[in-house]
T-cell receptor
Framework: ETGVTQTPRHLVMGMTNKKSLKCEQHLGHNAMYWYKQSAKKPLELMFVYNFKEQTENNSVPSRFSPECPNSSHLFLHLHTLQPEDSALYLC?????????????FGPGTRLTVL | AQTVTQSQPEMSVQEAETVTLSCTYDTSESDYYLFWYKQPPSRQMILVIRQEAYKQQNATENRFSVNFQKAAKSFSLKISDSQLGDAAMYFCAYRASNDYKLSFGAGTTVTVRA
């Protein structure tokens, strides 16, 4: 247990559905991240939030919509997804400032788009 | 953008033996951090070991140690006395000291034979 939780752990949705992924961290970190993990590929950074402000959007399609209401919570809203969006979605958090600032990861949400 | 390369998609090791995972990276920065993360099957990704570029001494954490070759931009992980619980996917990651984003390799799956 790393102090970062994600819900749901598994999600199956159709291409016309709307769903949301939730991430919560209890570590007092100020940065939160969404990653996409596909088989045999490096983790793809999707979004970064620092102090609730989005600071990175790595050309992610608009069918993925992040929301960060406070430094402890991060959401990823999904709508009209494609089958190729099926993957493990990981949330992470880290402190900011000097030092190692390693990221702590949640268990992920396994998403299947039918 | 920095690239991290893990050239071994899979490695197999006999229990109690030693295995070394390779990682190379490309950067023009002089100060940065390197990490090895472990992702067991269906479990959270956790940090195994970390190294700061300006520290010449190789980091060690119990049975895990690294061989950091800054000039060669190489950062290998050695797992000694392998245990069944070491079976996982291992990711090498890089972060510049003036940044908060991680760049990951594609991962190496380690199988431990009893």
């Amino acid at each position: 247990e790393t102090g970062v939780t994600q819900t749901p752990r598994h999600l199956v949705m159709g291409m016309t559905n709307k769903k949301s992924l939730k991430c919560e961290q209890h570590l007092g970190h100020n940065a939160m991240y969404w990653y996409k993990q596909s088989a045999k590929k490096p983790l793809e950074l999707m979004f970064v939030y620092n102090f609730k402000e989005q600071t990175e959007n790595n050309s992610v399609p608009s069918r993925f919509s992040p929301e960060c209401p406070n430094s402890s919570h991060l959401f990823l809203h999904l709508h009209t997804l494609q089958p190729e969006d099926s993957a493990l979605y990981l949330c992470a958090s880290s402190p900011l400032g000097p030092g190692y600032n390693e990221q702590f990861f949640g268990p992920g949400t396994r998403l299947t788009v039918l | 953008a920095q690239t991290v390369t893990q050239s071994q998609p899979e490695m197999s090791v006999q229990e109690a033996e030693t295995v070394t995972l390779s990682c190379t990276y490309d950067t023009s920065e002089s100060d940065y951090y390197l990490f090895w993360y472990k992702q067991p099957p269906s479990r959270q990704m956790i940090l195994v070991i970390r190294q700061e570029a300006y520290k010449q001494q190789n980091a060690t954490e119990n049975r895990f140690s690294v061989n950091f070759q800054k000039a060669a931009k190489s950062f290998s992980l050695k797992i000694s006395d392998s245990q069944l619980g070491d079976a996982a996917m291992y990711f090498c990651a890089y972060r510049a000291s003036n940044d908060y984003k991680l760049s990951f390799g594609a991962g190496t799956t380690v199988t431990v034979r009893a």
